[in-house]
């Protein structure tokens, strides 16, 4: 357990917090290309480590974010026009591009020199993957961005479920390393059958195994960590096991042990201390199209999620939980994997106190995620900012270790790819 003192440091991102301090160091996405796929469209709002910018696509189809309000009076800029490459403020008409320059004074005289003076806050900003990419740390020391290890090509096929989420993002990624809760929240949709590894169809997911009582074993890596959830197999159970490896990639990433047919990863966006934009994510050249895993998982606009991606199954309705469904063989009552998962995190409270819990070895994931998060933040708070950043979790360009999943015999590595793959499936 860690002390409450301990938690906020793990938790609070917002302000000068620490933890968001680090995050800072590392590309996010902002928002999905989807929301603002029209040029000259639709702004919208977006919120990251408890600050407000505005992302917009421009005339030309280039995305900007900057802050929200405008450097006149302060007024949204989510309010304003989007025209001839840029924002144009509605209170006085100051326009300004996606660059953070000031275009445009109307309400001051002509040969002012005020609009040179004046240079608005705009964030760097990559498109990938069907997401805007942002950079919110030190401007003068922007470092290149890096694909993430969801989609290592520019063409990769990926498809994301985006939901808003009303809880501090390290519960929810504390919830994405846990392998153990799968075998019980998620039984009715990861169910047990007779399969020589993970496999999937539009109904559910597959697994080797009737094992809720994993082994976990955990290793450092650059990025992280990886672990391996290691239960017995349905068949050769003697002289098998069935190994689940999760990677940790921080400090917001998890890849999860892929099924048969694609990869599967989420990453955890603080928006700010009490809010989280979740994003799981199916992936490879098998992932299914974006419609339909939006709506395997429950998470699909309009249908299930409101404007604002919040989910309309929420605490103060029970999460739409039918209890009719359960006695019926559904394990929950709740559709989706992530609409389980989501009224687990809610309900720990918008920050979990985990200066109650009570852990058991099951928890290993979840013990080495805040040891090493722990770790990471008193050396950012004892070397300072300037020390750390040279050094930050791992170095840039470091390969990260692919998640996996498969049957081995029992004295096989886990950790090893070379040894584990050679393995997988022998004699089965």
């Not at 199916?282 to 895993?293: E, F, K, R, S």
């Amino acid at each position: 357990m860690l002390t409450p003192a301990e938690n906020d440091m793990l938790c609070r991102v917002e302000g000068d917090a620490p933890m968001g301090q680090v995050m800072r160091y590392y590309w996010m996405p902002a928002c999905l290309s989807e929301e603002i796929a029209e040029p000259d469209g639709k702004p919208i709002r977006v919120r990251l480590l408890g600050e407000n910018f505005v992302a917009f696509r421009d005339s030309d189809g280039e995305v900007g974010v900057m802050d929200e309000l405008c450097p006149h009076r302060r007024a949204s800029l989510v309010l304003g026009r989007n025209e001839e490459c840029g924002l144009r403020c509605l209170y006085h008409g100051w326009k300004i591009d996606r660059k953070g320059n000031v275009l445009d004074m109307p309400s001051e005289p002509e040969e002012s020199p005020l609009k040179n003076k004046v240079k608005h806050r705009s964030l760097p900003v990559k498109e990938w993957a069907g997401a805007v990419w942002v950079y919110l740390g030190d401007s003068e020391s922007v470092p290149p961005f890096e694909p993430p290890a969801w989609a290592p090509q520019e063409d990769t096929k990926v498809s994301i479920a985006k939901i808003n989420i009303p809880c501090n993002w390290a519960q929810i990624l504390e919830g994405a390393i846990d392998s153990a809760h799968s075998s019980s929240l998620h039984s009715s949709d990861m169910v047990p059958a007779r399969v020589i590894q993970a496999e999937a169809d539009d109904n559910a997911w597959y697994r080797p195994s009737t094992d809720k009582n994993p082994s976990i074993r955990a290793k450092s890596t650059e990025s992280g960590f990886h672990y391996a959830a290691i239960r017995r197999p349905i068949k050769k159970a003697d002289t098998h096991s069935y190994v689940r490896t999760s990677v940790f990639v921080a400090p917001m990433t998890v890849l999860i042990p892929p099924n048969g047919s694609y990869n599967v990863a989420n990453i955890n966006v603080p928006i700010d201390d009490e809010n989280t934009a979740f994003h799981f994510i199916a992936w490879g050249d098998n992932a299914p199209d974006v419609d339909n895993w939006r709506s395997f998982l429950g998470a699909s606009p309009g249908e299930h999620l409101d404007d604002n991606w919040f989910s309309k199954r929420q605490a103060h309705n029970w999460f739409l939980q039918d209890r009719k469904a359960m006695k019926e063989g559904s394990y929950t009552g709740i559709q989706g994997i992530p609409n389980q998962d989501m009224a687990m995190w809610v309900t720990m409270g918008k920050i979990a106190d985990r200066s109650c819990d009570t852990l058991g070895a099951s928890d290993g994931a979840v013990v080495e995620f805040r040891r090493y998060m722990m770790d990471q933040l008193n050396r950012f708070v004892e070397e300072g900012a300037a020390a750390y950043e040279k050094s930050v979790f791992r170095e840039h360009g470091a390969e990260i270790i692919p998640s996996w999943q498969g049957v081995i015999p029992k004295d096989t590595d886990w950790s090893n790819p070379v040894e584990r793959d050679e393995h997988k499936l022998m004699d089965w």
